[in-house]
């Protein structure tokens, strides 16, 4: 039986690269929330292309992180 208080752990500490994708994605999702409002106050002609950027941007910068984290681990 191992005992969990002798055992090693590792730190879990985020990286520069870390920190930086996450501003980059929250921003993108903060963007993406503007977008998707000014899709219901938009010129009438702009409303639809507004909503769906908004939408779209939104989504990718939950994506964002994902991919980062699958290159990364990929390397290692």
């Given at each position: 039986?191992?005992?969990?208080a002798?055992?090693?752990?590792?730190?879990?500490?985020?990286?520069?690269?870390?920190?930086?994708v996450?501003?980059?994605?929250?921003?993108?999702?903060?963007?993406?929330?503007?977008?998707?409002?000014a899709?219901?106050?938009?010129?009438?002609?702009?409303?639809?292309?507004?909503?769906w950027a908004?939408?779209?941007a939104s989504?990718?910068?939950?994506?964002?992180?994902?991919?980062?984290?699958?290159?990364?681990?990929r390397?290692?």
């Amino acid at each position: 039986m191992s005992n969990i208080a002798t055992t090693k752990r590792t730190r879990n500490s985020a990286s520069p690269a870390d920190v930086i994708v996450f501003v980059l994605s929250f921003a993108l999702f903060v963007f993406g929330l503007y977008l998707f409002g000014a899709g219901f106050f938009g010129a009438s002609g702009t409303q639809f292309w507004l909503f769906w950027a908004g939408l779209l941007a939104s989504c990718f910068a939950f994506l964002i992180p994902m991919v980062y984290h699958w290159v990364v681990d990929r390397k290692a």
